[in-house]
């Protein structure tokens, strides 16, 4: 048998083998194929937890590398994370075998979406933390809904599960899918309920320039049915051109800020950080949103996920109050530890505009506290020097930026943000910085780490400092 087929409810019960488990989408995938009854078997190069572990729990039997010899477990079935590629032996085994092989986005469509409804989070920011979003307003509103979404979100203990029909959850990436493959992942789901939060340049070691991504985007609406709806950001322009595309599906829109056409905003109280706003509706109130979160960028995420949410049935009242009790998601504006009076914060942001949005929200909440900002650029759009025109400005709301510039980052990191003046540090060699920064950090400090990576563990290392400080 070479793949999992679906009678009603019932899965057929296949061996599914998955080279790259480790990632956080694989995983995902692998977590879903197991609760769905499957054998599932995976390597990684590195097996490394939290996914490891999470797997492991489950069962799941994992092997190091990607030798020829992974194939020796004799699966039904192969998938293939994107991190593979042709010249790998087991790839060139697999490619030589008769075994059957899919990407993680075909199978999950095949064999999990297609029976279900689809609700997909695309755009180049706040995709995760939207997705956790709609998953607990749904998981609240007692539908437990399935998902695969790319963090840990606080309500659930898991990124992946299969939950019961008819409702999914995904984070829609724009990312290609394998090697054999070159379409961006989302054009695999076909949702149902389609969120569209925002569209920037990104991923410059898979497209050429916007509109190669812009295309992507009109090739997902071209997948929504009719009677689907598209939710989209209306502040947004590259959206409006995508939208100018062609679509035939509803359009609803939002703006956390009022927009053109965007029957849906938000208007901040408090601090105005974002952690206190009402729900406009065509500018009339609908109910007081008061939860952890800080930004106006996750004002945006939070009617989009409404809207996405009241799409499926929940009813707006519903949604609204789910959200006072999302606990956010790991990583994102996430307080790791205190010591000696100072706060450390770990944030994925790794894009000037989710740089900037991260560092407002920070601001409107600490006042005139100092912020310290850390920041490695690390994905390869930043490693190439595509947005080192706009980094300084993303900065701005930093009264000390520190920046992590390794000897083969590819272009001039000190020149990039002269504009900061004395308020940048740039350096080549992570223990000096951590060195320097440590012993500069003042109680009341607030220390925002940017990377999409794990930064050599530095927000432990610094904590571990200001700790000693303390004895």
């Known amino acids: ?183 961006a992942k989302f054009i695999h789901y076909r949702p149902r309920t389609l969120v569209l939060n ?17 295309r992507q985007f009109h090739y997902l609406i071209r997948t929504v049915p009719a009677s689907g709806r598209i939710v989209c950001n209306g502040a947004d322009a590259n959206l409006a051109r995508v939208l100018g595309m062609g679509r035939w599906s509803q359009v609803e829109r939002f703006s ?78 996430e307080l790791r530890g205190t010591a000696a009076g100072v706060h450390v914060y770990d944030d994925f942001a790794h894009h000037p505009t989710a740089i900037a949005s991260t560092l407002a929200g920070l601001r409107r909440r600490v006042g005139k506290e100092r912020i310290v900002a850390v920041l490695e650029p690390r994905s390869y759009t930043m490693r190439a020097g595509v947005h080192r025109e706009t980094l300084a400005a993303s900065l701005a709301d930093a009264d000390e930026v520190w920046l992590y510039a390794p000897a083969d980052l590819g272009w001039d990191a000190a020149a990039a943000v002269k504009p900061l003046g004395t308020r940048v540090q740039v350096r080549s060699d992570l223990d000096a910085l951590v060195a320097a920064l440590g012993a500069g950090l003042r109680p009341a400090d607030h220390v925002l780490v940017m990377s999409n990576g794990g930064f050599g563990g530095i927000h432990g290392r610094l904590l571990e400092r200001l700790r000693n400080r303390e004895h």
């Open 198 to 214: 925002n569209l920037e340049f990104d991923h410059a070691d898979i497209y050429p320039d916007l509109a190669a991504i812009e």
């Open 256 to 333: 956390a800020a009022t927009a053109p056409g965007a029957t849906w905003s938000a208007h901040l109280s408090g601090t105005r950080d974002g952690s206190v706003f009402t729900v406009l509706n065509a500018g009339r109130e609908i109910d007081e949103v008061r939860w952890p979160l800080i930004g106006t960028h996750n004002v945006d995420n939070a009617l989009a996920a409404l809207l996405a949410a009241q799409h499926a049935g929940v009813p707006i009242d519903c949604a609204i109050a789910a959200l006072g009790s999302f606990a956010g998601v790991r990583r994102r504006m």
């Open 1 to 183: 048998m070479a793949s999992a087929a679906v009678i009603g409810r019932r899965y057929l019960k296949v061996h599914v083998h998955i080279l790259g488990i480790c990632g956080t989408f694989m995983g995902g995938i692998a977590a879903v194929a197991r609760a769905a009854g499957h054998e599932v078997t995976g390597s990684d190069h590195n097996v490394y937890p939290p996914m490891s572990t999470q797997l492991q729990a489950l069962g799941i039997e994992l092997s190091e590398g990607y030798g020829a010899e992974q194939l020796n477990v004799k699966p039904d079935v192969v998938l293939v994370g994107n991190v593979m590629s042709r010249g790998q032996p087991v790839i060139e085994a697999l490619l030589e075998s008769a075994i059957p092989y899919r990407s993680g986005p075909e199978w999950l469509a095949r064999e999990v979406l297609k029976d279900r409804w689809v609700l997909a989070v695309a755009g180049t920011h706040g995709k995760t933390t939207t997705s956790s979003m709609l998953a607990w307003i749904l998981e609240s509103a007692g539908l437990s809904p399935g998902f695969l979404i790319g963090g840990v979100a606080g309500n659930f203990p898991v990124s992946a599960r299969l939950g019961e029909e008819p409702y999914f959850v995904i984070e829609a990436d724009e990312y290609d899918t394998a090697f054999f493959d070159k379409r």
